[in-house]
């Protein structure tokens, strides 16, 4: 069984029995459906009558300035953050589940955050893309990995030739590290058609 498709494992049972909290990392290349699982796992916790909040980092403008959204056209209700110091700060104390997408624009602060939000008695869940462009660690996703209790790993499928995609490949030519987009930007793709610089957008 895949771990992450099942909410309510054993030991997420016992640990929301303690009354501890806990946090749950979603990783992956863009298109691998991060997104939409976390907008899953948030769902189930409002269908549940948990209290959730839900925040984005507010450089995301790809579709709409107060929802997370998949590539797919499912979103949820969400609140433009610039800083972790700021999510921090919006944290009602009686919310229940915290989701954070894109947590690879965050700045490192956003472990500390999260740590103190799960010492606190939340569940915290965070996506975002494990590597960048040329297929670096994208901080402070590595640093979350390791603080994480729970962990999902998400692929895509390779556009070229239907592989495993564990890179997003920019198909245009930007040196940034941040280079907002989506299909018009990037592509999935597998670790042999990846190459770590803009290539040409995959045909058909
Ligand atoms: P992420 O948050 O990881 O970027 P999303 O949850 O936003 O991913 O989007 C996942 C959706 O992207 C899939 O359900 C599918 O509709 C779409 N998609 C586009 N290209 C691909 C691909 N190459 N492999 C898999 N899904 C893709
Ligand atoms: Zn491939």
Known sequence: MIEGYFDDTEER???RQNGTGWIEVIVGSMFSGKSEELIRRLNRARIARQKVQVFKPKIDARYSREEIASHSGQTHTSLPVTTAAELLAEIEH???VVGIDEGQFFDMELVEAVNRLAAEGKRVIVAGLDQDYTGRPFEPMPQLLCVAEFITKTHAIC???GSTANYSQRTVESDARVEVGAADKYEARCRKCFVP?????TAG
């Open 197 to 201: 610089h803009a290539d040409a957008p």
């Open 94 to 96: 009686d919310t229940q």
């Open 159 to 161: 556009v070229k030739c």
């Open 13 to 15: 049972r016992k640990q």
